[in-house]
Each structure stands twice: as structure tokens, then as C-alpha cells.
């Protein structure tokens, strides 16, 4: 699909009518696509488990940070390549800032800034909050010749939020940690399950067995591999059931400090679940 063309306020009009910027879960259209923006090899679509629809990410960051938000309980929407709209509020802002506002290259028309994710989370009382995030790569905000121009944006991007009553960060790399990245994007292969391995009573009977060998000092290998063969999976199926268990919080542990490697000794599991019944798991030794 051809990626559209920013030129005239005509164009960015059509667009706001089209419901590019607009709408809430499966329905949101991302202001920008993949193929509206020129890629260096970073850029992705990647199909959403939270919310039923596409989404668009512009770096591997974006996309990292992506990972801790639908690996989050409390999320309940991602919508990325937020709209900062109307315009005018924006521009009046950096009057209000002293910064001149930015135009598409080679026009005069006004800039349509985005925020990479508004998020729609549920606080500790069950009620719905928004959160705006930018993210960034330390680089980014390292002294250079570029740095008071970002600082201006990024500044311009707070008060926009903060005009709105909305929580407003700035997310670096420095945040989302390698082994996080590595264990999110290797857990979320088992988000979707093959009608096979989909029975309630299979995940039970498995989750029984990895726990008579929780804290006994196998590897993660070892222990899918046994439970596995006790209920008759072969050990594929029962990698990809182990990282939907993970996926799903039914099985718990740091993905923080260790990088997830079938030959390294599993850490202590935590398991949240309830018990396989009427009939029990067989017991391993």
C-alpha cells in the first residue's frame, strides 16, 4: 500500500476526514503508517493480541516499548502515532513557547506532530486513565547540534498534554532493558495457540507438572521437555505452551534480570492458577 502525501492542507484535511488519528481500540487509524514515513529498516507492522488491529511502529523502540504495554495487566488500549490536533492549539503553544512551529519540508503547511503512544490503563480503583509517552533513544538526547530543537518539541508536546489533564513522559532505551526486550518479544511467539493446545484442562495438567519440578535446579529445557512428554505434547508444543503460560501470568518470575535460554537453569517460578481437577496430573519424578 502506497504511503500518503503531506503537501497541502487540503491533504492533511482528508486525511483528519478519512479517521486517520481517530477512534479507540480495533477501530484507531495510527496518524502515521509503515509506508508513510521513509523507512531505514526498522520500521514494522505487527498484528496486536490487546487490541484486534495492526499496529504501526517507526523503530525497534517504539516497538520494545510496544512489548511492555500489551504485556501489562492494567493496559487496556495502545493507540500509537498519536495526533497532536487541531493544529492551531499547537501552534499557539509555541507562540506561547517562543518556538517556531514546524512545516512539512518544501511547504508552508503546518506540521501535524505525534505522540508515539496513548495508552488507556486501569488504576488500582477499576477506572480508566490515559497516558501520553514519547520515546526516545538516549542519543537522542545527547548534546548535539539537533538537541534544542527535540528539547522544543518534546517541550511543546507536555504542555499539549498537560493542557489536557494527561500524564505526559518521555520513555528512553535506558528504560526497557535488553532482557526485557529479548523475553517479551520470545514470550509473545505464544500468545495465539493452535487449537491443539488449547484445552483448559492440558494447561492445568502441565502447570501441575512444571510445578513438582519448580526450584530443583533443571533448565528451562528440562523441564518443558518433562512435562511435556508426561502429558503427551512433543517438546515444540510444549515451548510454545510454556511462553503462553508466561504470556498470560499463569507462571511468573523476573524477566527483568536474566535473558531466557532453554539451557540456563530456570529460576523460581511463581504460578497463579487454579488446580487441575477432577483429574490430577501425573506426578514426575
Not at 509555541?94 to 506532530?113: D, M, N
Not at 484445552?199 to 510445578?211: A, C, E, K, N, R
Amino acid at each position: 500500500m502506497r504511503g500518503r502525501r503531506f503537501k497541502t492542507q487540503a491533504d492533511i484535511d482528508r486525511y483528519i476526514q478519512q479517521g486517520y488519528g481517530q477512534g479507540e481500540g480495533a477501530d484507531y487509524k495510527p496518524w502515521l503508517r509503515v509506508q508513510d514515513v521513509p523507512s531505514h529498516g526498522r520500521s514494522r507492522k505487527v498484528p496486536g493480541s490487546k487490541v484486534d488491529r495492526t499496529h504501526h511502529f517507526l523503530s525497534d523502540l517504539e516497538f520494545a516499548y510496544f512489548l511492555t504495554l500489551e504485556f501489562s495487566e492494567r493496559v487496556i488500549d495502545i493507540r500509537e502515532q498519536y495526533p497532536i490536533l487541531p493544529v492551531e492549539e499547537a501552534m499557539d503553544i509555541a507562540v506561547s513557547l517562543g518556538i517556531k512551529y514546524p512545516t512539512y519540508p518544501g511547504t508552508k503547511v503546518p506540521y501535524v506532530l505525534t505522540t508515539d503512544f496513548l495508552i488507556t490503563y486501569l488504576g488500582d480503583d477499576g477506572s480508566t486513565h490515559q497516558a501520553a509517552r514519547t520515546v526516545k533513544y538516549t542519543s537522542e538526547l545527547s548534546p548535539s547540534r539537533e538537541l534544542e530543537r527535540t528539547l522544543q518539541k518534546l517541550e511543546l508536546e507536555r504542555c499539549y498534554w498537560a493542557n489536557k489533564g494527561v500524564d505526559w513522559l518521555v520513555v528512553t532505551d535506558d528504560a526497557i532493558g535488553p532482557e526485557i526486550r529479548h523475553n517479551l518479544q520470545w514470550l509473545r511467539k505464544g500468545i495465539r495457540l493452535e487449537r491443539k493446545l488449547q484445552d483448559h484442562d492440558l494447561h492445568l495438567y502441565f502447570l501441575d507438572i512444571v510445578s513438582q519440578l519448580n526450584d530443583t535446579g533443571r533448565t528451562f529445557a528440562s523441564i518443558i521437555r518433562t512435562a511435556s512428554n508426561a502429558i503427551h505434547l512433543n517438546y515444540n508444543d510444549g515451548v510454545v505452551l510454556f511462553k503462553h503460560l508466561v504470556w498470560n501470568k499463569s507462571i511468573r518470575f523476573d524477566l527483568q534480570s536474566i535473558r531466557i535460554k532453554m539451557s540456563m537453569e530456570a529460576p523460581v517460578f511463581e504460578f497463579f492458577c487454579e488446580s487441575a481437577s477432577p483429574v490430577s496430573a501425573p506426578e514426575v519424578a
